[in-house]
């Protein structure tokens, strides 16, 4: 099975600056979806951003963006001008072709602070 | 707008009882999800299921069963419940490449 790996978990940032949290994956397949969730404290989980392994260019959502480095199977995620409702759990996920077999990190706590 | 609904939000239960965590999406995916989640631990497969009435283990199967008679409904089954069973449950399904969860099951085991 896939194996995801968050190495950091906790963080924090000052609010309008720039935090990038990591994730590594292992997999054997070469086809495949990578996320980052956002769970704040209501539980539900929030999709904040998703790439397909296919594609080489990274994939950007306003503030959000991935540094996608397939050979290194990297993954990580740069929140810009950091606010105060980006404080949360952040989870990032793998996900295979086909039957969608989803597998996630432990997660990363992050705060923003005022 | 998509859903995925469980039915409970918080659930108290006793040692050694039959409990059922529910699952519904209105979306007719075919895949659907249970993990479980623990601090430091982050979310855990159980089961998933890309089919009805098909079922695949997870990474943490064990004290669990499911049941998916029907597309929309994936049910999540403790034979008998134990304390180290207390965490949240979520469910997901999804459908080529996008999934979407459900609130969360908050589940206390005494």
């Given at each position: 099975?896939?194996?995801?790996?968050?190495?950091?978990?906790?963080?924090?940032?000052?609010?309008?600056?720039?935090?990038?949290?990591?994730?590594?994956?292992?997999?054997?397949?070469?086809?495949?979806?990578?996320?980052?969730?956002?769970q704040?404290?209501?539980r539900?989980?929030?999709?904040?951003?998703?790439?397909?392994?296919?594609?080489?260019?990274?994939?950007?959502?306003?503030?959000?963006?991935?540094?996608?480095?397939?050979?290194?199977?990297?993954?990580?995620?740069?929140?810009?001008?950091?606010?105060?409702?980006?404080?949360?759990?952040?989870?990032?996920?793998?996900?295979?072709?086909?039957?969608?077999?989803?597998?996630?990190?432990?997660?990363?706590?992050?705060?923003?602070?005022? | 707008?998509?859903?995925?609904?469980q039915?409970?939000r918080y659930l108290?239960?006793?040692?050694?009882?039959?409990?059922?965590l529910?699952?519904?999406?209105?979306?007719?995916?075919?895949?659907?999800?249970?993990y479980r989640q623990d601090p430091?631990l982050?979310l855990r497969?159980?089961?998933?299921?890309?089919?009805?009435?098909?079922?695949?283990?997870?990474?943490?199967?064990?004290?669990?069963?499911?049941?998916?008679?029907?597309?929309?409904?994936?049910?999540?089954?403790?034979?008998?419940?134990?304390?180290?069973?207390t965490s949240m449950y979520l469910?997901?399904?999804?459908?080529?490449?996008?999934?979407?969860?459900g609130q969360g099951t908050r589940l206390t085991?005494?």
């Open positions: 099975a896939q194996t995801v790996t968050q190495s950091q978990p906790e963080m924090s940032v000052q609010e309008a600056e720039t935090v990038t949290l990591s994730c590594t994956y292992d997999t054997s397949e070469n086809n495949y979806y990578l996320f980052w969730y956002k704040p404290p209501s539900q989980m929030i999709l904040v951003i998703r790439q397909e392994a296919y594609k080489q260019q990274n994939a950007t959502e306003n503030r959000f963006s991935v540094n996608f480095q397939k050979a290194a199977k990297s993954f990580s995620l740069k929140i810009s001008d950091s606010q105060l409702g980006d404080t949360a759990m952040y989870f990032c996920a793998f996900m295979k072709l086909g039957n969608n077999d989803m597998r996630f990190g432990a997660g990363t706590r992050l705060t923003v602070k005022p | 707008d998509v859903k995925v609904t039915s409970s108290v239960k006793r040692t050694g009882e039959k409990v059922f529910e699952c519904v999406q209105d979306m007719d995916h075919e895949n659907m999800f249970w430091g982050g497969l159980i089961y998933f299921s890309y089919d009805v009435k098909m079922k695949e283990k997870g990474d943490i199967p064990e004290g669990y069963s499911v049941s998916r008679e029907k597309k929309e409904r994936f049910s999540l089954i403790l034979e008998s419940a134990s304390t180290n069973q469910c997901a399904s999804s459908l080529r490449g996008n999934a979407f969860f085991v005494v």
